[in-house]
């Protein structure tokens, strides 16, 4: 018997619904299938070796200095990144034109010792990769793959908002593309996305120089060991009128757990039907801004790094973020002579002079990735505000960081699945049990963080308050239910939690239930709220208060059971609990509070199975 990556690959588990198939009812206690798990695993968590395996194959590295016998990267393709740089006077021209400062700052960042070739990137060119262009370039890659024996796949997401594609690329030395041919390879899956804010586009171009890499470069024998989905524009509307925010005004960034966007909905559907293990987000981070405002100082860093950090993430998921992708980035970028720090932001209150880290809300892809038991992680390089400055340098920061991230999973390949395995088991496991987070928050610290002085380019050291996200404080917490369960108009939740991955049983028969419900206590008007203020974009939430009333509940047939012994049962803890910003009640997905109930003991219902 083989271990079950989720609940939802039980035979006993239904299928997804057709109109048309015809029903079985079989009895399925909520329990079973977290029992089967536990009968069925024999994978113990892994060891936590310092250092890889030796026998592990990693990427070449480009030569430093080539020589007859070195292989010689071809035009317009890119080796990973070199150790050598331009000389500190060697600065992008455009810095001067385009960035809020001057001389004395640019000098701060000399350009790489290597050029990346991308249509964006072309001298003298002024415009950033079209939407078109990206479709045309990763065209090109696949026509040019056969002969390398990578398998590549062009994917059609979406479309956009306004009606443009949301190109993606499968590559693969696997036997196919699809989602079952690569699971069955048993080789661990990489999801690579850019763009998700239109202003910031050194990741997107980034991914196309990795993506031709991959199929056609120095990183193609790292698909010997991993798979690779690169989405390097994921909102070509934004990126099309240089705005942050989709063409509806929505920072689709924030829209992970509601999905709301049709851009979000084409990643969520990616990533439940391909499992990645881990998430690159690739963004830019504004310079001046807030920052010279508030301090008179500039951004100082190269690149701001963060994994997942919400409630209920599971900790052995924190840890292989930590030891086996954070650290090893933070050493590949200093070997490249690019400075790192955590990410932070600031809010938009000019009063506020406290620097935040990735808010702890499970609506951005980095949290709500990391429910989905994947690694998540998100890497931004400086870039919001200063047009197409430093931009071989930006574009070379992030490439550093995700080629450390590739490498880091082909070396880990066997770990990282034997510790999703263990997550899954002890995340199904926990139903019926103890006490769970229903929201956490941020540790309130002091750090130093340095600076640039705008006027002369040195550095600055500032004393600030911190919001840290890397240690979360408990801020609500309840019993741990069994489940969940929704009433038949609970339509809504009931198709994006399905789109999420969350595994949802639709009631064949009337029966009883020993639940909480939810009493609603107060009540009032709101928006919700990220690290940087209101989020003015969204539409208004319900910011409810509610107490929990234990009774006995009628479950009639044609309603919903969602369970909690399954691999996602905290993205529907994050979804179903009211009294959240985030929850399907707060932001009328739900729309009343007796659609839905906590189920306090194991229930002995009747489930439709569709063949």
């Not at 640019?106 to 050029?115: L, N, Q, S, Y």
């Not at 399954?566 to 994050?574: D, G, N």
Request: hydrophobic share 40%.
């Amino acid at each position: 018997m083989t271990l079950l990556s989720h609940l939802g690959a039980s035979p006993l588990a239904p299928a997804p619904e057709s109109p048309r198939a015809p029903h079985r009812r079989w009895p399925v206690p909520a329990a079973l299938a977290a029992a089967l798990l536990a009968a069925c695993a024999s994978t113990p968590l892994p060891p936590w070796p310092a250092t890889p395996a030796a026998t592990v194959v990693q990427a070449p590295r480009a030569p430093t200095a080539p020589g007859p016998a070195a292989e010689q990267p071809r035009p317009g393709v890119v080796t990973a990144p070199v150790v050598t740089t331009l000389p500190q006077a060697s600065v992008d021209t455009a810095a001067q034109e385009s960035a809020p400062y001057g001389p004395a700052v640019a000098a701060r960042f000399p350009d790489p010792g290597i050029r990346y070739d991308t249509p964006g990137l072309a001298p003298e060119r002024r415009a950033f990769t079209t939407n078109a262009e990206i479709g045309q370039w990763l065209q090109r890659i696949a026509s040019g793959s056969a002969s390398t024996g990578t398998r590549t796949a062009l994917l059609a997401l979406g479309p956009s908002q306004r009606g443009n594609p949301i190109h993606a690329m499968v590559l693969t030395h696997a036997g196919g593309t699809s989602p079952d041919q690569l699971s069955a390879n048993q080789r661990p899956t990489v999801l690579l996305m850019g763009q998700q804010h239109g202003d910031e586009p050194a990741g997107s171009e980034a991914l196309l120089v990795v993506a031709k890499e991959l199929a056609q470069g120095l990183l193609e024998p790292l698909l010997e060991r991993i798979n690779v989905i690169v989405v390097p524009r994921a909102n070509p509307d934004g990126a099309e009128a240089s705005t942050r925010a989709t063409a509806n005004g929505m920072d689709m960034d924030r829209d992970h757990l509601l999905l709301n966007t049709p851009e979000a909905r084409a990643l969520a559907a990616l990533v439940r039907d391909y499992r990645p293990i881990l998430v690159i987000d690739a963004h830019e981070f504004t310079v001046a801004g807030p920052y010279l405002e508030k301090f008179h100082a500039l951004q100082r860093y190269d690149a701001l790094l963060q994994y997942a950090g919400t409630a209920n993430l599971p900790e052995f998921l924190v840890k292989a973020s930590k030891e086996w992708y954070h650290a090893p980035m933070v050493t590949a970028l200093q070997a490249q002579n690019l400075s790192t720090e955590w990410y932070f932001t600031t809010s938009m209150r000019p009063d506020d002079l406290t620097l935040s880290m990735g808010g702890t809300q499970p609506d951005t892809a980095r949290n709500v990735n990391g429910l989905k038991n994947a690694v998540s992680l998100l890497v931004e390089t400086r870039g919001v505000g200063i047009g197409r400055a430093h931009i071989q340098r930006r574009v070379h920061t992030q490439i550093t960081a995700v080629t450390s991230a590739l490498r880091s999973t082909a070396e880990r390949a066997a770990n990282l699945e034997q510790v999703r395995s263990f997550v899954v088991r002890d995340t199904s496991a926990q139903a019926c049990r103890d006490q769970m987070v229903v929201e956490a928050g941020p540790t309130r610290e002091q750090r130093d963080i340095t600076m640039l002085d705008p006027d002369t380019g040195a550095d600055r050291v500032l004393r600030v308050d911190w919001n840290s996200s890397l240690a979360l404080r408990n801020l609500k917490s309840r019993p741990r239910p069994c489940g969940y369960w929704l009433s038949a108009d609970a339509d809504a939740a009931i198709e994006r939690l399905r789109l999420l991955g969350v595994q949802v049983l639709r009631v064949a028969e009337p029966g009883g239930l020993l639940a909480d419900t939810y009493r609603e206590t107060s009540s009032a008007r709101g928006v919700r709220e990220d690290v940087r203020g209101p989020m003015t974009e969204s539409a208004d939430i319900v910011r409810a208060q509610v107490a929990l009333v234990r009774s006995a509940i009628d479950v009639p047939a044609g309603s919903y059971y969602v369970p909690l012994n399954q691999a996602m049962a905290y993205l529907a803890v994050a979804a179903l609990e009211p009294d959240t910003q985030n929850s399907y009640f707060a932001n009328h997905v739900i729309e009343r509070l007796e659609h839905s109930a906590r189920v306090m003991a194991t229930p002995s219902l009747v489930f439709e199975e569709t063949d």
